[in-house]
């Protein structure tokens, strides 16, 4: 139900778009999330928006750089990703959860559907 593209090999300092296209009914009550996976390491939190849009989180690792956003007509969730770094390399995963309140949710159990990821690279 989620599907995510936008992922390759980029240059450090260079940007990507990841997109998360759903085919999900009523995506414009449900609270998005992108994750990350390393080799090795746990899934962790890049950055969540609520369905409207209005709240929003990011990592610290990735402040500044990132920018989350959504386009409920297109039922797709967007993450820019600006100045990347070799430190992001990861698979990136897209995540979503209905929710009767217009919130975030920053960690992995938060959420239950989600994208199969994709893989980004940045090299130095």
């Known amino acids: 139900q989620l599907v995510e593209s936008g992922g390759g090999l980029v240059q450090a300092g260079g940007s990507l778009r990841l997109s998360c296209a759903a085919s999900?009914?009523?995506?414009?009550?449900?609270?998005m999330g992108w994750f990350r996976q390393a080799p090795g390491k746990e899934r962790e939190f890049v950055s969540a928006?609520?369905?409207?849009?209005?709240?929003?989180e990011y990592a610290d690792s990735v402040k500044g750089r990132f920018t989350i956003s959504r386009d409920n007509a297109k039922k797709t969730a967007y993450l820019e990703m600006n100045s990347l770094k070799p430190e992001d390399t990861a698979v990136y995963y897209c995540a979503a959860y209905r929710r009767a309140q217009d919130i975030v949710v920053v960690t992995p159990s938060g959420y239950n559907v989600w994208g199969q990821g994709t893989q980004v690279t940045v090299s130095s």
């Open positions: 999900i009914r009523t995506f414009n009550f449900y609270t």
């Open positions: 928006i609520s369905w409207s849009g209005r709240k929003y």
